[in-house]
């Protein structure tokens, strides 16, 4: 079945580094865009990232541009976020979703949870 | 940026009501727009995109209506398993944004 399956969350410090990945099964990963979501605790979604199905074309969240890369290895069907200089306002559980033409999302992983705390 | 603001925040209605929720977009974001209904502890599931179209799976019951800056969804009578928080998203622009949410809640 078509499945999303992120990792790589953790506790980190502000400022720190992590690298969080969503390995994909069940569908052709390489013909598809694909976008990060998160979800701070209590709160509402908040788009994070795109990258589109050859990874040519990308955009960010204004909150996270110039901190946060994606990236896609289609050779193993799975979706990076690199998270640099992170901040305690990053602390949320981030989705990998599956682009639904065009721009909206229609498989969903279960989530990572990322904590920012000193 | 596009703001979305959903109203109203909680909507307390028994099974069998009729839900209408509400999506209003801060400039036109022509029928772009799309609904996703979340359960505690799980991811959204996507419901209504480009704000009429139902996705694959998703019950009659659940249909959504407008353009430009004013969009419902609306769930024609609630069963147990609606009760949950719904969200609009538009893609008319970059950054894609998402509504804070409407929260269905049993009364």
């Known amino acids: 079945q078509v499945q999303l399956v992120e990792s790589g969350g953790g506790v980190v410090q502000p400022g720190r580094s992590l690298r969080l990945s969503c390995a994909a099964s069940?569908?052709?990963?390489?013909?598809?865009?694909l976008h990060w979501v998160r979800q701070a605790p209590g709160k509402g979604l908040e788009w994070v990232a795109f990258?589109?199905?050859?990874?040519?074309?990308?955009y960010f969240a204004d909150s996270v541009k110039g901190r946060f890369t994606i990236s896609r290895d289609n050779s193993k069907s799975t979706l990076y976020l690199q998270m640099d200089s992170l901040r305690v306002e990053d602390t949320a559980v981030y989705y990998c979703?599956?682009?639904?033409?065009?721009?909206?999302?229609?498989?969903w992983g279960k989530g990572t949870t990322v904590t920012v705390s000193s | 940026e596009i703001v979305l603001t959903q109203s109203p925040a909680t909507l307390s209605l028994s099974p069998g009501e009729r839900a209408t929720l509400s999506c209003r977009a801060s400039?036109?974001?022509?029928?772009?727009l799309a609904w996703y209904q979340q359960k505690p502890g799980l991811p959204p599931r996507l419901l209504i995109y480009d704000a009429s179209n139902r996705a694959t799976a998703i019950p009659a019951r659940f249909s959504g209506s407008g353009s430009g800056t004013d969009f419902t969804l609306t769930i024609s009578s609630l069963e147990p398993e609606d009760f949950a928080v719904y969200y609009c998203q538009q893609r008319s622009s970059w950054p894609l944004t998402f509504g804070g949410g409407t929260k269905v809640e049993i009364k």
């Open positions: 979703a599956r682009d639904f033409p065009n721009y909206y999302m229609d498989v």
């Open positions: 400039q036109s974001v022509s029928s772009y």
């Open positions: 069940g569908f052709t990963f390489s013909s598809y865009a």
């Open positions: 990258i589109s199905y050859d990874g040519s074309n990308k």
